[in-house]
């Protein structure tokens, strides 16, 4: 089985009607949701990374999620195995990275377990409350579809340390290889943004654009076109420099821990004010029409690639 | 640093006043309690142990240390990571595994999530309620020491497993096996006693009896005195035939997942009913004093010696 059998293995075996195993995060009705993600630093860790950005980036994955879905976070567990060998320094540098999180965000650990394994696994557990719901499958005929932050720099930044892919202007390296070692989803606007009640849809795109843009189509039943890039116009040009498909890059990426949202065109302007006020970039790269797929506005169809683990 | 000075470090990192990290769940004002614990097939599963009883483990090691502080399992998360190679038996073995003990204490699965490692990793997070908190740290000079169910038999187990010493007795071998393949603990009963109000100061025992005793003593500033074997007098007869010492095979072992707990003398019949009303067996093995420290009646000190993992 690869991994998305054996997540409906899971599913057929343990889910329940009023507890759907398929969206970003759990709510439960009492107002609290939680979310759980592991990282592990053979599949999830590129080369170069530091422990800091480690430990930072095992926090960072589920903020993302949870804000991606209004949830403010509150408490936190944390389960470690580390593997023989590990030194005392690394592991002072992982608690480091993840102290800056729950520093920046107020969030107070509460439980946590320490194992011995043939790996380096932080598995972080984040509880938080939530006002508003919002699901993917929520998008409407006629609202417009909205990413936050610059798309494409984290494909550039893996293709660069994973395949060895030479990026030539340096200001494009600086920015790629910090998207890929320091995500930084934006937090306090995504929770603002979903409590405003305008959001009809969102997920977060750590899976990749295209991935999460089909899945949002898919779950609210609906067409998607693309008729805009993801990324500021300097982003755009530095990438296309490089002899790239910018939009390429944006679309088939992933690990950018960033909101894609859809939104009435009425309350547009709205949401525009409110990442102003917290200094965020939002792009609105699309629209939502009848039928369904993804598709650019040429009539290419997106397709729903994304990573999937084989075992 | 071992395991012990991680810990520490975590708590000098994190620990904020009204939430200790050093008792064995964490318990929220709102009477929610969470608990996690990671199962690492390279660290914590003997030889022989099967797929059903690997997920079967990773759960009931969450249940023993929830129970034996009150709460009731309501809902629960896991973080799966899986080796190349794996096969699909095994994990539907595992999913089974752990099917049996959510059906069982009527647990709901409300998120999760799937990763490839270098070894296979369950983390199980379980949500509870409770309705009294009971710490580590109420042991009263006066009270008596108890356990639930038989010690001594993971360690015969766990020694054949490993060190490969040989089990003389058949049947000795069969619950020796059981024990260690199929820990049971005494989720209904531990959570009733707790509710009692009765249970001065209670700890799950999976770090081993001594441990756990000098864990209590220490909590509690008093000192606990050690005067009757944790196991029926058939068990004991079976592990002297096979020229062992069955008290040191019970103080020094671990795994057991059962309740240690202390309790007002005036209320031990109450529990030894409550007990008898859950068909469980449990021993009064000492009592409590003044002083420090974990005593054999004849003087001889309990060392507080666990399992701690080196890096």
Same mark, same amino acid.
């Given at each position: 089985?690869?991994?998305?059998? +054996?997540?409906?293995?899971?599913?057929?075996?343990?889910?329940?009607?009023?507890?759907?195993?398929?969206?970003?995060?759990?709510?439960?009705?009492?107002?609290?949701?939680?979310?759980?993600?592991?990282?592990?630093?053979?599949?999830?860790?590129?080369?170069?990374?530091?422990?800091?950005?480690?430990?930072?980036?095992?926090?960072?994955?589920?903020?993302? $999620?949870?804000?991606?879905?209004?949830?403010?976070?509150?408490?936190?567990?944390?389960?470690?195995?580390?593997?023989?060998?590990?030194?005392?320094?690394?592991?002072?540098?992982?608690?480091?990275? +993840?102290?800056?999180?729950?520093?920046?965000?107020? +969030?107070?650990?509460?439980?946590?377990?320490?194992?011995?394994?043939?790996?380096?696994?932080?598995?972080?557990?984040?509880?938080?409350?939530?006002?508003?719901?919002?699901?993917?499958?929520?998008?409407?005929?006629?609202?417009?579809?909205?990413?936050?932050?610059?798309?494409?720099?984290?494909?550039?930044?893996?293709?660069?340390?994973?395949?060895?892919?030479?990026?030539?202007?340096?200001?494009?390296?600086?920015?790629?290889?910090?998207?890929?070692?320091?995500?930084?989803?934006?937090?306090?606007?995504?929770?603002?943004?979903?409590?405003?009640?305008? +959001?009809?849809?969102?997920?977060?795109?750590?899976?990749?654009?295209?991935?999460?843009?089909?899945?949002?189509?898919?779950?609210?039943?609906?067409?998607?076109?693309?008729?805009?890039?993801?990324?500021?116009?300097?982003?755009?040009?530095?990438?296309?420099?490089?002899?790239?498909?910018?939009?390429? $890059?944006?679309?088939?990426?992933?690990?950018?821990?960033?909101?894609?949202?859809?939104?009435?065109?009425?309350?547009?302007?709205?949401?525009?004010?409110?990442?102003?006020?917290?200094?965020?970039?939002?792009?609105?790269?699309?629209?939502?029409?009848?039928?369904?797929?993804?598709?650019?506005?040429?009539?290419?169809?997106?397709?729903?690639?994304?990573?999937?683990?084989?075992?």
């Amino acid at each position: 089985m690869n991994e998305l059998e +054996i997540i409906e293995k899971i599913r057929s075996t343990f889910e329940v009607k009023d507890y759907p195993l398929t969206d970003d995060v759990a709510y439960l009705s009492n107002k609290w949701a939680y979310k759980v993600d592991m990282l592990v630093k053979s599949t999830d860790v590129p080369e170069g990374m530091s422990g800091y950005q480690l430990g930072r980036k095992s926090v960072v994955a589920v903020l993302s $999620d949870l804000s991606t879905k209004g949830v403010t976070a509150k408490f936190m567990m944390l389960s470690f195995a580390f593997p023989e060998g590990i030194n005392n320094e690394y592991i002072i540098e992982i608690l480091k990275g +993840i102290k800056e999180m729950t520093n920046k965000y107020k +969030i107070t650990l509460i439980g946590g377990d320490v194992n011995k394994a043939n790996d380096l696994i932080i598995d972080c557990i984040i509880i938080g409350k939530y006002k508003r719901k919002v699901l993917r499958s929520g998008a409407r005929v006629g609202d417009k579809v909205y990413v936050v932050g610059d798309f494409g720099l984290t494909t550039i930044g893996l293709d660069y340390l994973i395949n060895k892919k030479e990026i030539n202007n340096e200001k494009l390296k600086f920015f790629a290889l910090k998207a890929v070692y320091e995500p930084d989803p934006q937090v306090n606007f995504n929770i603002d943004a979903i409590n405003s009640g305008y +959001i009809t849809a969102s997920m977060d795109s750590s899976d990749g654009l295209a991935y999460t843009l089909n899945e949002i189509a898919e779950q609210s039943k609906v067409k998607i076109i693309v008729n805009n890039y993801p990324m500021s116009e300097e982003i755009k040009k530095l990438i296309s420099l490089e002899g790239r498909d910018p939009l390429k $890059d944006a679309l088939y990426g992933g690990e950018e821990y960033q909101m894609v949202f859809t939104v009435n065109p009425k309350k547009e302007s709205f949401l525009q004010r409110l990442a102003k006020k917290h200094n965020v970039k939002i792009y609105n790269i699309g629209t939502v029409v009848k039928g369904k797929g993804v598709y650019l506005s040429n009539g290419d169809k997106v397709e729903k690639k994304g990573w999937v683990f084989t075992f």
